[in-house]
């Protein structure tokens, strides 16, 4: 394997004594932003929770500190990558933010992946260290074997295998846990890696001032600071919430919440068990008092609400004031089940890809909701004709989400993906990441669908998650995933996997007649399954590729 390169939109440079950030400066760094606010909080606060493992805000800031001293004692240069194979652990986060304060990145893994997957993401991101979990020490061996600048290896919950591991524990308690004196860029990035459902990960380079930039766009955000300086007189005055990210941290929604509640003082709660548990979720909610809760659409949703209907008044979830879902549609009837339990709530729909942060939310509460797949637009976001233009606002019709700057630099390493998705148009920047919407008069749009997910049928373009969402309405559905398989008439037949609520059967001529008020009929699929599970990532997100496989076999 040939030397690490330095990521575009990282700077170079070594790394030592420097000056202190200047705090009225309207960049950001995400390492100053912790630093001040573990100088802000009180240091018995609890950042994190997991199972009987409560970490405080005063460990967390010595153990991240100890920790990048040992990497870049190991003699790590800025702008080196290293990858995190672990479940929800504390030591992830430690790690991530041990990563920010030694101007390192963070690389994202799914720790489902075979050897080879884990080993093409290694071999893109130029991997030089690895962050993991003990279950996975043989994984990890084996790509030690195939990538010579793999030169440190920490394992996070035990002492790993072979002389080169280290083990995390010991490193983040020993030693000088005191601020780093190191000078940053506003720049120093994150790589946050895709999910590879229709095609290998990519990386997406993301400068750390822009990323922080668009996590202020949300509109749960009620007071935006312009510089360092008011954001830590904000931390010290603010009552601190707490985020219970139901997806993994590796997922970027995961990490992303995580992030959002961390760099507010906050504390985040993480799941203990190795696959989703609704009621594991709410009883942590109800005893640690959570305030908000982030989940990947229905598919965690839906579980969600079954187990408040079951077991009505059991948790005691007054402090819960926000749940938010990123990623997979959220439908208006499961939203509406939530409030009938907590009508408090404020259930916020965030639409956005690795590639475009903020493209749209959706704020549903008692007193207002929102129709299943209707957001509205984000403060950056366009619509870009098939002409390439930009459709002028106000204007109903359809055509590409986009939106304008901050954006990310690019795909790491792939400079003809990123010419694809981020284009000038106009004389400014934009990242079209390939969703075709639909807009309305009143300006509020919906998701067709994936361009990465379009079937071409008899000569028309189909977009799966249209489809799905139809689907999804029926009664007695819980979950589909659509693909097209090859098919000698039509080139392509749209088939559907479903999977059915509990005492639920799949009647086919019901279905279709179902969806005839929805879909227009050459959309309709030709096949239905149902099926018992469907291939899905603990994110949440559909495998597409094990769902085409699992439909050839079927019609076979």
């Not at 997991?50 to 800025?78: K, M």
């Not at 935006?224 to 997922?251: F, I, K, S, T, Y």
């Not at 696959?275 to 009883?283: N, R, T, Y």
């Not at 233009?389 to 003809?416: Q, S």
Request: hydrophobic share 40%; glycine share 12%.
């Amino acid at each position: 394997m040939s030397a690490a390169r330095p990521p575009e939109g990282a700077r170079s440079g070594a790394v030592g004594e420097g000056t202190p950030p200047d705090t009225t400066a309207p960049g950001w760094n995400l390492a100053d932003i912790f630093d001040g606010v573990a100088a802000r909080v009180p240091p018995e606060r609890p950042a994190i929770v997991h199972g009987g493992t409560v970490v405080t805000w005063g460990a967390l800031d010595a153990r991240s500190n100890r920790v990048a001293r040992a990497w870049l004692a190991a003699g790590h240069l800025p702008g080196e990558r290293v990858a995190f194979l672990s479940r929800n652990h504390p030591g992830y986060i430690e790690g991530f933010v041990a990563c920010l304060k030694a101007r390192l990145i963070h690389v994202n893994i799914n720790y489902r992946y075979t050897v080879d997957e884990v080993a093409g993401v290694f071999e893109d991101a130029g991997v030089t260290a690895v962050l993991y979990q003990q279950e996975f020490a043989g994984l990890v061996s084996a790509l030690a074997a195939r990538f010579p600048a793999l030169r440190t290896r920490i394992c996070l919950d035990g002492e790993g295998q072979g002389e080169a591991t280290a083990a995390f524990q010991a490193l983040a308690a020993q030693g000088d846990g005191s601020p780093l004196s190191i000078e940053r860029s506003e720049r120093d990035p994150l790589l946050l890696y895709t999910g590879g459902t229709t095609g290998r990960p990519k990386g997406v380079i993301w400068p750390g001032n822009r990323y922080r930039e668009c996590q202020l766009e949300s509109p749960l955000v009620r007071q935006r600071p312009a510089n360092l300086q008011e954001h830590l007189d904000l931390v010290a005055n603010a009552a601190p919430g707490r985020v219970l990210p139901a997806c993994p941290l590796m997922h970027g929604a995961g990490i992303s919440s995580t992030l959002g509640e961390l760099l507010n003082g906050g504390t985040a709660l993480l799941l203990d068990g190795r696959s989703f548990d609704a009621g594991e979720l709410w009883a942590l909610a109800a005893r640690e008092r959570a305030t908000r809760i982030l989940i990947v659409g229905d598919v965690f949703a839906r579980p969600m609400l079954e187990a408040l209907d079951a077991n009505p008044g059991r948790y005691n979830l007054s402090a819960l004031k926000v749940i938010s879902s990123a990623g997979l549609m959220w439908s208006e009837e499961v939203k509406a089940g939530l409030l009938r339990h907590m009508p408090w709530l404020v259930l916020a729909d965030i639409y956005g890809a690795s590639e475009a942060s903020g493209l749209g939310y959706a704020i549903t509460t008692s007193e207002s909701s929102t129709p299943t797949g209707r957001f509205q637009p984000g403060p950056k976001t366009v619509m870009v004709g098939e002409d390439g233009r930009i459709v002028p606002a106000g204007v109903a019709g359809e055509g590409w989400l986009a939106r304008a700057e901050p954006l990310p630099e690019g795909y790491f390493g792939d400079p003809k993906k990123t010419a694809e998705v981020f284009r000038t148009i106009e004389g400014a920047r934009y990242a079209v990441p390939g969703d075709w919407v639909r807009r309305y008069p009143d300006g509020s749009m919906q998701l067709v669908g994936r361009g990465s997910l379009v079937i071409n049928s008899g000569g028309e373009k189909i977009y799966v998650e249209e489809v799905e969402e139809a689907l999804k309405r029926l009664p007695g559905v819980a979950d589909t995933l659509v693909v097209g398989v090859p098919d000698a008439r039509w080139g392509s037949a749209i088939t559907a996997l479903v999977r059915m609520q509990p005492g639920a059967l799949l009647d086919e001529a019901a279905a279709r007649a179902g969806l005839a008020p929805y879909l227009a009929g050459y959309k309709i699929p030709k096949h239905f399954f149902d099926v018992a599970h469907l291939p899905r990532a603990d994110s949440g997100k559909g495998d597409y590729r094990a769902a085409r496989a699992q439909a050839e076999k079927l019609l076979t």
